[in-house]
């Protein structure tokens, strides 16, 4: 799940970074200390996420990631409901990554080396789902507000995938603007949506998957 979560962008309009790459660092800390949402309350911000997310159904931008040791790493993102995505990182980080609705590869362009895994393992399964229902779907175990920001805190509704994530959505529209994996190890990684555009038509050639073991840069 970490090494998924350190790879990601997507969604609505191009705006400005939700926050400073200081304030990213700290993320968790400002979730936990938001105001948390309880009763119909709750319930209602669930719902109103759940639309925000299930509405876009095409996005690409720029991303920034913010690793466990305090490394950077940024690139570009494409992303297709349902369960397509492609994140191209800057050099010199060497990874390409891409889901082709099923399946996650993990492309080390210097070693010439894919690892693959289940999309429901991922980050992705939580944002990409054809038709979003948080409450039905996952496990909340929190959603909270700061200001114009939601942030809902997630874990595997079965229990077969350790850790957990909480995205931060933003503003009357209830933008997706970054989300911080927990891995099992107690690793934290965050994503922040730097440029985000919607509703362009992407070509099928950037979810494919077969070729990734000799492919370079495009």
């Known amino acids: 799940m970490l090494i998924l979560a350190t790879a990601a962008a997507a969604f609505a309009l191009s705006l400005p970074a939700l926050a400073t790459p200081s304030r990213i660092a700290s993320f968790g800390q400002a979730a936990a200390s938001a105001v948390v949402l309880t009763g119909a309350e709750r319930t209602q911000a669930l719902s109103q996420a759940s639309a925000a997310l299930s509405q876009t159904r095409t996005m ?82 929190s959603v909270s507000r700061t200001g114009d920001t939601l942030y809902v805190t997630a874990r595997d509704r079965a229990g077969e995938i350790d850790g957990q994530l909480t995205i931060a959505l933003q503003g009357p529209a209830l933008t997706l603007r970054s989300w911080e994996a927990l891995d099992a190890t107690n690793a934290r990684t965050t994503v922040r949506l730097d440029t985000i555009q919607t509703g362009q038509r992407l070509s099928p050639r950037l979810w494919r998957t077969e070729d990734l073991q000799t492919s370079r840069d495009r």
Do not use: C, K, W
């Not at 990874?95 to 992705?124: F, K, M, W, Y």
């Open 60 to 141: 690409q931008g720029r991303f920034t990631q913010i690793g466990p040791d305090g490394s950077r790493a940024s690139g570009a993102y494409y992303m297709q409901r349902p369960g397509r995505a492609r994140f191209e990182y800057d050099a010199p980080t060497p990874l390409l990554i891409v889901a082709d609705g099923a399946t996650v590869a993990i492309h080390d362009r210097e070693l010439q080396n894919t690892d693959r895994a289940p999309l429901r393992s991922t980050p992705l399964h939580f944002i990409l789902s054809r038709d979003v229902n948080l409450e039905r779907d996952f496990r909340i175990t």
